[in-house]
């Protein structure tokens, strides 16, 4: 019986190889970690969805903001729950909002810790939706694109001017990265970066985001502005037309079942990608471990070294937390 000479187990046999030849790393610098304020409430509301993961008071933000530094992520991404909406997501736009008000926490008690705020109304508009509506000529009710555009300006610059570092408008509607990028830069902003969420597809994996962020759609769906999850060329062109018009960064939403699209974006272009571990491949994750299925601890960092792998340079993820203090163990 001849034995094999080439013998790749050879640089299996122990930890210390495992580690010296690994591919793709994964370190608690590359994940930010998704927050929800909500300005109606005194203390942390546990989302029943996601397990783990709470609305929080603004006043909270100082304290989470020293923690995320403490575990050293890469930075934090917020969304605001206001005290009242209206159809038109007025509140989105309030200085003193939730969104704001937690920027100001948040940099004067760890001011090296990088806010990336999510620019869209869904949260903000009475009916969910990720804009103002109107009725088309074919009597749908539909997001109307360009007033829309308009009002997601107006929040990216007062995101700026308290204190963001990155502004990510997330509404998919045409023609918002050129128009944000405009008016950002004349406003004096020339230098604040711009995360696109180039890539957002109508997916069912976001149904506890929804009960987090309290945005669930009081009719139809997204489907008139987020992507279709059968369409890869589609998307190819989305970050095309968000690099012509001045993005500085890529989203692609979600992430576990998109690993394709990130790997063909990553080879589309130059510029920083991440990728959006959502709300449902969070849960299901951890009612698998629940019910005794999976080590909750072991998948979670399979999962982001997976997403790492196919190419994204950073993760959103509410894992972030649990996973700095994994591989800082």
């Known amino acids: 019986m ?3 000479v080439v013998r790749p187990r050879r640089l299996r046999a122990t930890p210390a190889l495992r580690r010296l030849v690994r591919e ?18 005194d203390s942390p509301l546990p989302v029943k969805t996601m397990p783990g993961v709470d609305q929080l008071p603004v006043r909270m933000a100082g304290e989470i903001a020293r923690l995320a530094v403490k575990r050293g992520l890469g930075g934090v991404l917020l969304f605001g729950l206001p005290k009242t909406k209206d159809e038109f997501g007025t509140s989105a736009c309030d200085p003193d909002g939730p969104v704001a008000r937690a920027i100001a926490e948040i940099k004067s008690a760890a001011p090296e810790l990088v806010v990336i705020t999510d620019v869209c109304v869904d ?16 009597g749908q009710v ?9 009002l997601l300006a107006d929040i990216a610059l007062m995101h700026a001017k308290a204190g963001a570092d990155i502004v990510a408008p997330s509404d998919m509607l045409d023609g918002r990265i050129g128009t944000v990028r405009e008016r950002l830069d004349e ?12 890539i957002k597809y109508a997916s069912a994996f976001y149904g506890p985001f929804r009960d987090a962020a309290e945005c669930a759609p009081k009719f139809g769906n997204r489907a008139s502005y987020q992507m279709d999850p059968a369409n890869t060329r589609e998307a190819l062109r989305e970050i095309a037309l968000d690099i012509d018009e001045g993005a500085d960064m890529l989203i692609v939403k979600p ?20 990728a959006y571990n959502v709300s449902g ?9 629940a019910a005794g299925m999976l080590d909750l601890d072991r998948v979670v960092l399979e999962t982001l070294t997976s997403i790492r792998r196919a190419g994204a340079d950073m993760i959103l993820t509410y894992h ?3 996973a700095a203090e994994l591989l800082d163990a």
């Not at 539909?142 to 308009?150: A, F, H, L, P």
């Not at 604040?192 to 180039?198: D, I, K, R, T």
């Open 320 to 322: 972030a937390l649990h």
């Open 2 to 4: 001849r034995f094999p």
């Open 123 to 138: 949260e903000y508009t009475s009916h969910g939706h990720c804009g103002i509506l109107h009725t088309r000529r074919d």
């Open 255 to 274: 992430a576990l079942p998109y690993l394709d699209i990130v790997r063909r974006v990553r080879e589309s272009t130059t510029l920083p990608i991440a």
């Open 24 to 41: 793709t790393t994964v370190a608690p610098s590359d994940l930010v970690w998704p927050l929800f304020f909500n300005e109606r409430l």
């Open 142 to 150: 539909d997001v109307d694109n360009d007033r829309t555009i308009e």
């Open 281 to 289: 491949e969070y849960a299901m994750l951890h009612a698998a471990a």
């Open 187 to 198: 406003n004096g902003f020339e230098s604040m970066p711009v995360m696109s969420y180039a």
